[in-house]
């Protein structure tokens, strides 16, 4: 009851959420029971829990911030909601997203634009900007969101909490629409590490409807962090620390090179050694990610028909029907997108830029797996700036692009 009228307090300001559950009190109801007849209950009881709206739920809508899913309803649970309920999460509702994932603000939303709670004239980050506003301003527990390029770890930032992308592999994407295939994965925000550790404890492991997913055992993420007094106990002692170089040279804000250089100071404290590590082709993640990204995107999205998946506009001659469904269906970023991706892949301009994207991603890989032959771990900025104003960028795709240089390349790793 306290969650549901914080909503009715924040939400007309912020549009966090595309959609409300209408059972919270229910569900909840349900849980109480359990635990008043001595039943075990699970790691999320009395939890709630956002999800993106690009993440398939069976008892509310899941739109993918599309005009073209409006209203649609999927006849079942993406994994990881079926693993939140079955640890007894109760779902408060679905969250806004800039559509199908492709955008950094929730400004390509089709439906709305959701604001930063600690400045409403900024933007959120995106693309689960609703999924980080609603955490940040308490309007539910811990929520989910997609990271393709940084959709988790950029929101996070700008809204002031923990984002946490997974490993490829690590949750299983079943039930969640596909924006770009090989980079895609399901990613916790909560406010503090240990609420990400037991959300993403809860939502990993090996699935049969998805055969990326890892058959790696998963270790405790719910017990390693919540226990730990980083200060006394220094479990970072000899850890070897490689900060980017190239995250940091000329565009980054000053704002953010001095709390970098602070969580570096900090980490030294702890016992780490901090030292700069140089990425030469850092910068070429940028380019590589959004020739990838959209390629792939073109693909998934052609499901999107009017006829096999989508809403349907009515059209004498087929040709007429898929492309008036897509046309009205689509917003201008994601046609921006297949155009880009539908180029990238076609015979004539193939080899100039989807293979040599593909070789880009090879160098990347190896550069990293350079630097962490030598480190333990590597850190950077997650932006280069804090969030901006609503409509800053919104014109301007190159520079909201520009803004994912931070995060980009590491989704291109692909490693389980
Ligand atoms: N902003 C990036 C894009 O538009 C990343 C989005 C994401 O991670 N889903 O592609």
Redesign the pocket.
């Given at each position: 009851e306290s969650y549901l009228s914080r909503l009715s307090l924040t939400e007309p300001h912020l549009h966090s959420f595309l959609h409300i559950s209408d059972s919270l009190l229910r569900d909840a109801q349900l849980i109480d029971r359990k635990i008043e007849r001595g039943e075990d209950v699970g790691l999320l009881a009395g939890v709630l829990v956002g999800v993106k709206d690009n993440i398939c739920t069976a008892d509310m809508p899941s739109t993918g911030g599309s005009r073209i899913l409006e209203n649609y309803k999927a006849p079942f649970d993406a994994t990881a909601v079926r693993r939140v309920k079955e640890k007894d999460g109760i779902l408060i509702g679905k969250t806004n997203?800039?559509e199908?994932?492709?955008?950094?603000t929730t400004e390509?939303s089709s439906f709305q634009v959701t604001a930063n709670p600690w400045d409403l004239s900024r933007v959120p980050g995106?693309?689960?900007g609703g999924s980080a506003a609603a955490v940040s301003a308490r309007q539910c527990m811990v929520s989910l969101g997609?990271?393709?390029?940084?959709?988790?770890?950029?929101p996070a930032s700008f809204c002031g909490v923990v984002g946490l992308k997974p490993t490829y592999g690590r949750v299983s994407r079943f039930g969640l629409m596909a924006?770009?295939s090989s980079?895609?994965v399901i990613g916790c925000l909560g406010t503090s590490v240990a609420d990400t550790g037991i959300l993403l404890h809860v939502i990993s492991g090996h699935d049969r409807f998805d055969a990326t997913s890892s058959n790696r055992e998963v270790p405790d993420f719910s017990s390693q962090f919540a226990s730990i007094n980083l200060v006394e106990s220094k479990p970072l002692k000899g850890l070897k620390v490689g900060l980017i170089h190239e995250t940091l040279e000329d565009g980054v804000d000053n704002g953010v090179k001095s709390a970098i250089s602070g969580a570096a100071t900090h980490l030294e404290e702890l016992g780490c050694t901090v030292t700069e590590v140089s990425l030469p082709s850092f910068s070429l993640g940028l380019p590589a990610?959004?020739i990838l990204?959209?390629s792939e995107?073109s693909s998934n999205l052609s499901r999107y028909d009017g006829a096999r998946y989508g809403n349907q506009v009515f059209a004498e001659e087929l040709n007429a029907l898929y492309s008036d469904s897509r046309a009205k269906g689509f917003g201008p970023?994601v046609q921006m997108?297949i155009l880009m991706g539908t180029y990238a892949l076609s015979a004539g301009y193939y080899d100039a830029y989807y293979k040599r994207a593909q070789k880009v991603r090879t160098l990347i890989r190896k550069s990293f797996k350079d630097a962490l032959d030598d480190n333990d771990i590597l850190i950077s900025p997650v932006a280069p700036s804090a969030a901006y104003k609503i409509g800053e960028k919104k014109n301007d795709p190159l520079a909201?692009?520009a803004?994912?240089i931070m995060?980009?390349s590491i989704?291109l790793l692909l490693y389980a």
């Open positions: 997203l800039d199908f994932g492709m955008g950094s390509a995106g693309s689960s997609s990271d393709t390029g940084g959709s988790v770890r950029q924006y770009a980079l895609d990610y959004y990204a959209s995107s970023e997108r909201m692009y803004g994912d995060t980009v989704s």
